[in-house]
């Protein structure tokens, strides 16, 4: 399930993607280098659980 502006996304383009286009994207992203995970602002992680929450 999306919501906002990754609905259209789904809605009028990713839905349409091939399996070859899938399997692309999936080899391209697995090739990229981990971002450094830092440790969440102060309340930034309270306010991003309440942003899934709805």
Known sequence: MVFGGMSDVVEHSLQYLSDDDITAIARYLKSLRRARQTDPSP???QRG???VEG
Do not use: C, L, V
Request: proline content about 0%; aromatic content about 0%; charged content about 50%.
């Open 49 to 51: 659980e309440r942003s």
């Open 43 to 45: 309340g930034g992680r």
